[in-house]
């Protein structure tokens, strides 16, 4: 599956922003996916996941309550929504999927995911 990212932009602390990530090929369904970003001089951090199969979804705390996960499915496409940004949450965000079965534990690892799109930059000015 190839992903593609896309939907980062400037906002300002206290705006929205919603990401997207449209895959090709296989049914994005079929694979568990995520989202990570990245800021400058940091490593790569979990955000959230949606599990493959029944949808269940999970979130790092730090966006907890504020950002959501979700899927078109007739689009094949997934999406991350981002409400109340706060200029921490600059960076780049990228998706990510796998086909393998992985207990809950393991889909925030960034080894866990073998398809990963190119990232898409967001700014959030206080």
């Known amino acids: 599956v190839q992903l593609q990212a896309s939907g980062g932009g400037l906002v300002q602390a206290g705006g929205s922003l919603r990401v997207s990530c449209a895959a090709s090929?296989?049914?994005?369904?079929?694979?568990?996916v995520a989202w990570f970003r990245q800021a400058p001089g940091k490593e790569r951090e979990f955000v959230a996941r949606m599990r493959r199969g029944n949808g269940g979804t999970a979130y790092a705390d730090s966006v907890k309550g504020r950002f959501t996960i979700s899927m078109d499915s007739a689009k094949n496409t997934m999406y991350l929504q981002m409400n109340s940004l706060k200029p921490e949450d600059t960076a780049v965000y990228y998706c990510a999927a796998t086909m393998k079965s992985l207990i809950s534990g393991l889909m925030s690892s960034v080894r866990s995911y073998d398809y990963w799109g190119q990232g898409t930059l967001v700014t959030v000015s206080s």
């Open positions: 090929g296989r049914t994005f369904s079929s694979y568990t």
